[in-house]
């Protein structure tokens, strides 16, 4: 309906003048040099025309839209989920279109609270199912910068895999993370500040966080399980034999005084011993402060 109105006003804008240049040079095949040549509504150069009533057109809605709508519906379309809750436009937990990198894409928003991220405006990032391996340690979906299952990031919390464009082109200071263990659903808040989640982890470098090992097994829940010692956490976190347990976020622990055999881990990306297949969710051996365990776990990382 707006483009037919849009369409049908510019044409009785421009036809007019148009179709009275026309008859003014060829009314009995007479044309003057002043009447067909220079002018905005000369018939030698129409688009000149229509450029210009174009421009008053999107004046007139421009003003029409502040005085309506409250001046939101001509806006840009955002670039975080943040942004949408700061400048009033949020509608609830759902898919909107931010502009990630100069294209436009649907992104889930969580755009109200959640317990242990705080107030809302999160920007889904990735989605992974810790029983499957496409988001292990190793995958290649952690160094690329190739998206994975789209579709997946249109979605809240449920099982869809996924990496949206906004792993390398979203900037942020803070990171939510959740895993979702049966139905129980748990995040944590990293204080963090980067051009992007891929900036953090690609290049493999060690960058350490600071949450303390409680708060990574509460991710878990009453289940979880880490050896004592070592405890060494944040971004391409782990042991010094890269065999051992490792997780591109999260926490790796031993039951030795030093980190050389880490057996034990809670995070996002993980790998290594005793479970090479797991890439989300906790696993511990030898001393673990739990028990031996083995939790795969759903999780969930967003920016903001």
């Known amino acids: 309906m707006m483009k037919f109105w849009l369409d049908a006003v510019v044409i009785c804008s421009i036809a007019g003048p148009l179709v009275a240049d026309h008859d003014q040079c060829h009314d009995e095949g007479?044309?003057?040099?002043?009447?067909?040549?220079?002018?905005?509504?000369?018939?030698?150069?129409?688009?000149?025309?229509?450029?210009?009533?174009?421009?008053?057109?999107?004046?007139?809605?421009?003003?029409q839209d502040l005085h309506c709508n409250g001046g939101q519906g001509l806006k840009s379309t955002p670039k975080s989920c943040k942004e949408i809750v700061d400048t009033g436009r949020s509608d609830g937990d759902r898919t909107y279109k931010l502009d990630v990198g100069g294209k436009e894409i649907p992104v889930y928003?969580?755009?109200?609270?959640?317990?242990?991220?705080?107030?809302?405006?999160?920007?889904?990032?990735?989605?992974?199912?810790?029983?499957?391996?496409?988001?292990?340690?190793?995958?290649?979906?952690?160094?690329?910068?190739?998206?994975?299952?789209?579709?997946?990031?249109?979605?809240?919390?449920?099982?869809?895999?996924?990496?949206?464009?906004?792993?390398?082109?979203?900037?942020?200071?803070?990171?939510?993370?959740?895993?979702?263990?049966?139905?129980?659903?748990?995040?944590?808040?990293?204080?963090?500040?980067?051009?992007?989640?891929?900036?953090?982890?690609?290049?493999?470098?060690?960058?350490?966080?600071?949450?303390?090992?409680?708060?990574?097994?509460?991710?878990?829940?009453?289940?979880?399980?880490?050896?004592?010692?070592?405890?060494?956490?944040?971004?391409?976190?782990?042991?010094?034999?890269?065999?051992?347990?490792?997780?591109?976020i999260g926490i790796t622990s031993n039951n030795e005084n030093d980190c050389l055999t880490n057996d034990s881990r809670i995070g996002f990306g993980t790998a290594g011993y005793p479970d090479n297949n797991q890439s989300c969710g906790n696993v511990a051996r030898h001393g673990g402060d739990n028990g031996d365990k083995t939790i795969p776990a759903m999780g969930y990382i967003l920016v903001q």
Not at 35 to 61: A, H, R, Y
């Open 30 to 63: 007479k044309c003057s040099s002043e009447s067909c040549s220079g002018g905005d509504f000369s018939p030698v150069n129409p688009f000149s025309t229509l450029g210009k009533k174009l421009d008053e057109l999107i004046d007139l809605m421009k003003a």
């Open 109 to 248: 928003c969580q755009v109200t609270p959640l317990e242990g991220c705080g107030a809302g405006g999160w920007t889904m990032v990735m989605k992974m199912d810790g029983q499957k391996k496409h988001f292990t340690y190793d995958s290649a979906l952690w160094t690329d910068l190739i998206t994975f299952n789209t579709h997946g990031g249109e979605t809240g919390f449920d099982a869809h895999e996924t990496k949206l464009s906004t792993y390398w082109k979203t900037p942020f200071s803070k990171i939510c993370v959740g895993m979702k263990v049966g139905n129980k659903l748990n995040f944590q808040v990293i204080d963090q500040q980067a051009t992007s989640l891929h900036s953090l982890i690609a290049d493999g470098k060690y960058r350490a966080t600071s949450l303390g090992r409680d708060k990574w097994k509460n991710l878990i829940g009453s289940d979880a399980s880490l050896q004592r010692n070592c405890n060494r956490e944040g971004f391409n976190a782990q042991g010094d034999r890269d065999s051992n347990s490792k997780a591109r």
